[in-house]
């Protein structure tokens, strides 16, 4: 009997999986997560090789975000109209759009600056996913689940970051760009048939004649109002700008000049990094309701850039693969804990504009990943981590002195 309830117990949080909506909207976003860390990973190695110029890895992988500034108001949009099919469309087109990149491959037309253009659009449309997908989670779960909903969605990217990074890495390496975006194609494919599936009861909200922008207006309004929500934005703003660059941008360089290994290895590096998130993730699920999520999240954020200054000190691939693990630990418990903040805080018709600039606060990352590029080819990687990481700590402990009530919830 014992033996009953505590199996129960541990798979409580898993349950959800079994609830139809939900279990697709999770595959969705699970899939398009592998197909977006595959093509992460393939685009910096793939113009490294080309280029020879850390600068550019940077750019591009900014160049990811470079729309991002538009994201209010894809929130906006995801408020106005059905979050299952403006995510559906986003899914089919990341697909289209991997077919255009590997028929430029194949043709040998490819360009850098043809990356460059393409990469700028697929973040334009990318941006669309994360207000629609996330609001998604809130629809088809009841309250009491959305913290469990929360930390599955993590654990189910944290996964991605596992198999997308790795997987790139190795189908680069063993039939070059062209196998790793048949992949990718075949990725946000499965993506959009999980999402066009997907039936929520939800109805889009009565905008009558308002106009987009007093819908976005609203949003600012209500955000601006309350503590938690706007103190948690800035959080991620921080998050974007200082930690983000150290596992996108900067590791490419570190797996090259100061590891010495190859694409499969920043494969492997990526993916250790995957393997710690997705412990940390499983073990929030775990939770059946998390409190002081405030406060862990400060936590969490010191957590992930101390780790930086560690994994910059080493240059062992072997200890550098373990400090990921705990990188991805820390990163995981700031993406859980800030998002279930966001969710429990926002009402049903403003989810979509609150993640829109959730998705928005990522737009610092496009600074941060340019910078941290900068630096990295004038002194080095490691010397862009540690000064990304020692900014980073500052930000946030100055803005939890000034946010108790973040603190507090």
Not at 265 to 273: I, P, V
Not at 282 to 305: D, E, M, P, Q, Y
Request: some cysteine; proline content about 3%; glycine content about 10%.
């Amino acid at each position: 009997m014992k033996l009953a309830v505590t199996l129960h117990r541990a798979t409580y949080p898993l349950s959800i999986l079994r609830q139809r909506n939900f279990g697709l909207v999770w595959l969705s976003t699970t899939l398009a997560g592998m197909g977006s860390q595959m093509e992460a990973v393939v685009l910096a190695w793939f113009v490294l090789t080309l280029t020879d110029s850390p600068f550019l890895v940077g750019l591009v992988s900014a160049a990811r975000m470079g729309l991002n500034f538009l994201a209010l108001f894809a929130g906006a949009i995801a408020d106005r109209m059905s979050r299952q099919l403006l995510l559906t469309v986003v899914e089919f087109v990341m697909a289209c759009i991997g077919l255009l990149m590997l028929g430029l491959i194949l043709t040998g037309l490819l360009q850098v600056w043809h990356i460059f253009i393409i990469t700028l659009f697929s973040g334009l449309v990318r941006m669309f996913q994360t207000p629609s997908a996330q609001s998604l989670v809130a629809d088809t779960l009841t309250e009491d689940r959305i913290s469990n909903g929360a930390a599955l969605t993590s654990m189910g990217m944290n996964l991605s970051t596992i198999v997308g990074p790795l997987l790139g890495g190795f189908l680069f390496q063993g039939f070059g760009p062209q196998g790793a975006y048949a992949a990718i194609v075949l990725l946000y494919s499965l993506s959009g048939i999980s999402a066009l599936l997907v039936r929520t009861s939800r109805t889009t909200t009565p905008q009558g004649r308002e106009s987009m922008f007093s819908t976005t207006l609203q949003g600012l309004r209500y955000v601006k109002g309350h503590q938690v929500l706007w103190a948690t934005l800035l959080v991620a703003v921080i998050a974007n700008f200082t930690g983000w660059p150290f596992h996108t941008s900067l590791m490419p360089i570190f797996a090259r000049d100061v590891l010495g290994t190859g694409s499969a290895g920043l494969g492997m590096l990526m993916s250790a990094f995957g393997i710690g998130a997705l412990a940390g993730s499983v073990s929030l699920a775990s939770v059946r309701n998390l409190r002081h999520t405030g406060k862990f999240l400060l936590i969490a954020v010191v957590a992930w850039h101390g780790t930086m200054v560690a994994f910059s000190a080493s240059t062992s691939i072997y200890l550098s693969l373990g400090i990921l693990a705990m990188t991805g630990v820390a990163f995981s418990s700031t993406q859980v804990m800030m998002l279930t903040v966001l969710l429990r805080a926002a009402p049903s018709e403003f989810r979509g504009r609150i993640m829109g600039l959730r998705v928005l606060a990522i737009y610092s990352y496009t600074f941060g990943s340019m910078s941290a590029g900068a630096i990295a080819g004038a002194w080095g990687a490691p010397w862009a981590a540690n000064m990304s990481a020692a900014l980073g700590i500052a930000l946030v402990g100055i803005l939890a002195l000034f946010t108790p009530k973040l603190r507090r919830v």
